[in-house]
């Protein structure tokens, strides 16, 4: 019998609100916090809390456990590299283990324009703030263009081609001048993946020739698949239509792969899936599965600048870059496949249990990136954030960890080590929810 979750005391028990009221006093208000859950232990799939409930964790910390929580190899491997250097400057000095990996994942990194060179950073806000300063080096221009609904960060440079939720700008501009957004190309609210591809790349070209000169313009940063914008998979085409008008005036296009890079989508990169490379690729979360690491790629033309334009103390660390070794490691070995399975699975067992529920807009992603849309009904496909919410915590109730992305959408981002079993359960505790709150 597949494990299910264990809720053995009222949510949160004593022990977790014991140490949420201590966060809550001394902890920043600004963190997000969508139900009270305390992990205490974290294994595969799943998340222990101080009082000894069990949950099924659909979230991984955010897409960033890639190979489950604790994976016994990725442990080993941070353990054996602490044992022999936890610091030594990678921008400074050279040590083995940031060498190997810079090999493996330039080797693997589909960039424009030849092999790619690599910077190493901590965060995913650190991979689009390299890939902001090189474009604007390489380019010696000075705007951007990212799109309605984009996540990229909450740093200054990366906050300004955010365009996610209001919170999360509101009282901290300026921001950087020439940055403009465009329509993202949304299949489901624009009635297809036509009609969707033609309205976010016709309102690029508006831009280009009512607002912003092309020639001003130093990158298209945008994500292959919008991750906190709501789990919206464009039409391939879209992307192909980017790389077309980067090409044609000279702009440099940025893939933001934080979220949906690092084999979540069943291959290494989401771009794969329409055969387009950027100039420049972000990448973080799942790197390390676990420890903070991001890298932005770009070909050695482009990645030219001189020593000291751009560095990082801690980017690339030893045991971060051990980790992310054996990440490579276990996904060339069993994720990537695990993935494209179970995935399938678990968007058929999804389709299968809500698909036909009338609050139920639409079901989408690709491998182990799914997004619920929830809306007020099938004709109109009006957004409803209500009930997404109360689903949120419906399902934290019944042991099952999921998030919110976009304004309406449940997101389902589990580690890459789901299994069938655990992909069923998760589906049935969400209908179970669903059913409930209906």
């Not at 139900?35 to 294994?43: I, K, T």
């Not at 590299?81 to 083995?96: C, E, R, V």
């Not at 979540?264 to 100039?279: F, H, N, Q």
């Amino acid at each position: 019998m597949a494990r299910r979750p264990q809720i053995r005391t009222e949510l949160p028990g004593p022990k977790a609100k014991a140490i949420i009221d201590t966060s809550e006093y001394f902890v920043s208000s600004s963190y997000t916090r969508d139900f009270p859950l305390v992990a205490a232990e974290g294994l595969g799939n799943w998340i222990i809390d101080p009082d000894g409930n069990e949950f099924l964790d659909m979230t991984a910390g955010i897409a960033v456990t890639a190979t489950g929580h604790c994976h016994p190899e990725v442990v080993e491997a941070i353990r054996e590299q602490a044992g022999k250097l936890l610091h030594m400057s990678g921008t400074d000095f050279y040590y083995p283990v940031q060498s190997v990996l810079a090999k493996q994942l330039c080797e693997r990194a589909p960039v424009k324009g030849g092999e790619a060179r690599v910077y190493f950073g901590n965060s995913g806000a650190e991979a689009l703030e390299c890939a902001m300063k090189l474009a604007r080096w390489k380019t010696r221009r000075p705007g951007f263009i990212a799109f309605l609904n984009s996540f990229h960060g909450r740093t200054m440079g990366a906050l300004s081609l955010t365009s996610s939720k209001p919170t999360q700008r509101e009282g901290f501009g300026p921001f950087l001048a020439d940055v403009n957004h465009a329509i993202y190309p949304d299949p489901y609210q624009h009635g297809g993946a036509e009609k969707a591809t033609k309205i976010a790349l016709d309102h690029l070209d508006w831009l280009f020739s009512s607002k912003v000169p092309a020639r001003d313009v130093a990158a298209i940063v945008v994500e292959p698949i919008q991750g906190e914008g709501g789990y919206v998979v464009p039409p391939d085409a879209f992307l192909v239509g980017l790389r077309n008008l980067c090409d044609q005036h000279g702009i440099l296009l940025v893939f933001d792969e934080v979220q949906c890079g690092m084999g979540r989508t069943g291959k290494l990169w989401a771009c794969e899936y329409s055969g387009v490379k950027p100039d420049i690729l972000c990448s973080a979360k799942g790197l390390a599965s676990g420890l903070p690491l991001s890298a932005t790629f770009a070909n050695a033309d482009v990645m030219s600048w001189p020593p000291g334009a751009h560095a990082s103390t801690f980017g690339g660390n030893p045991v971060s870059s051990a980790a992310a070794v054996k990440t490579l490691e276990l996904l060339d070995r069993e994720n990537l496949a695990n993935v494209q399975r179970v995935g399938a699975h678990f968007m058929a067992k999804l389709n299968e249990l809500v698909g036909d529920h009338p609050r139920v807009g639409d079901v989408r992603g690709r491998g182990l990136m799914i997004g619920v849309e929830i809306v007020t009904d099938k004709t109109t496909r009006g957004r409803n954030p209500d009930l997404r919410n109360a689903l949120v915590g419906a399902a934290f109730e019944r042991g099952l960890l999921i998030l919110g992305a976009g304004k309406n959408t449940i997101r389902f981002c589990p580690s890459l080590v789901l299994t069938e079993d655990e992909a069923t359960v998760g589906a049935e505790i969400f209908a179970d929810s669903l059913a409930a709150l209906s």
